[in-house]
């Protein structure tokens, strides 16, 4: 069975973004995070596996989320930059 790969690209700054509003959180909320919040918010920044782990401990969302996500949304724009 061949698995079926999305053709939209979704960064995970979307679920960032999601998950601060569901708290009443700002990107300044997360300043002690050793990476730019804000460039992860607009997708100049990927999130390593470093800011994973920082994110779950402050959101409690699971740094394999966060790293899945990166992932899989780097290699969709790959594939679509390749026409696959």
């Not at 100049?44 to 966060?66: C, F, M, N, R």
Request: glycine share 8%.
């Amino acid at each position: 069975m061949t698995e079926s790969k999305s053709d939209l690209p979704i960064p995970p700054g979307e679920l960032l973004q999601e998950v601060l509003a569901e708290r009443g959180w700002s990107s300044d909320d997360l300043a002690d995070c050793s990476g730019d919040i804000h460039a992860i918010l607009t997708d100049q920044q990927p999130i390593t596996p470093d800011i994973a782990k920082q994110l779950e401990d402050w959101l409690g969302v699971p740094a394999h989320i966060w790293l899945g996500m990166e992932n899989e949304y780097r290699e969709t724009l790959e594939r679509l930059k390749g026409g696959a």
